[in-house]
């Protein structure tokens, strides 16, 4: 059923042209998908992994689906071509990014695919916004909440809260 559809956990993530727009593109796009239910704040950060580009914007948002995960990444990268990101290297700069943070409770270990995400607990960019939302939002692998997770991340890098995203 619809209702029980597990919980999925998206970060967006976007610091070329006019990231926030893609942003609201990228939402706008999400809800024609699957059933949005939070969206956090809008968060400038500093970037992460490859220093020389410019700060992103950065949110997360809660949905329900009951596509499968293959279908639902199929689907988030569908956008991402349509909204024009052309795929460099990694941490590269980007246009819109959609990562699949979790899917419920799933664990998946695919070629293409991996659930949880690999690096959430680490990123002050997905962690300070998921806190936001869903402060006791569990990590099916690692068994902290979000708050937990934020407390014990150590430093991070800057993440400033802009404004509410509606
Ligand atoms: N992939 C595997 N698991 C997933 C998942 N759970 N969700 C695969 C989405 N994709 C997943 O991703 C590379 C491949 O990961 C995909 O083909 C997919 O099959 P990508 O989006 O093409 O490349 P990427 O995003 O550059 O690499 P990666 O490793 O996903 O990096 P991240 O972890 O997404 O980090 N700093 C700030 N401040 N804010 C950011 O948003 N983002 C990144 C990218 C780096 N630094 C950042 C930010
Ligand atoms: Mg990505």
């Given amino acids: 059923m619809y209702s029980t559809a597990p919980l999925v956990v998206l970060g967006l993530g976007a610091n070329l042209g006019d990231p926030v727009g893609q942003l609201r593109e990228a939402v706008r796009r999400l809800r ?15 970037p992460v992994g490859y220093a020389e580009q ?13 596509l499968e995960p293959a279908a639902l990444l ?7 071509r349509e909204m ?15 990562d699949i943070l979790a899917m419920g409770d799933m664990v998946v270990d695919a070629a293409g695919l991996t659930l949880p995400h690999p690096r959430l607990h680490e990123r002050g960019f997905v ?3 998921l806190a936001e939302i869903a402060p006791g939002w569990r990590h099916p692998i690692l068994r902290r909440t979000a708050a937990e997770l934020l407390a014990d991340a150590g430093e991070l890098e800057r993440v400033e809260r802009i404004q509410a995203f509606d």
């Avoid at 024609?32 to 500093?46: N, P, Q």
């Avoid at 024009?84 to 959609?98: K, Y």
Wanted: proline share 6%; aromatic share 8%; with cysteine.
């Fill in 32 to 46: 024609e998908l699957l059933r949005v239910e939070a969206i956090s704040s809008l968060y400038r950060t500093a």
């Fill in 54 to 66: 410019p700060d992103f914007y950065n949110l997360v948002c809660l949905a329900r689906s009951a």
């Fill in 74 to 80: 199929a689907e988030t990268q569908r956008i991402e």
């Fill in 84 to 98: 024009g990101r052309e795929r460099s290297f990694r941490n590269a700069p980007r246009a819109i990014d959609l």
């Fill in 127 to 129: 962690l300070v916004p």
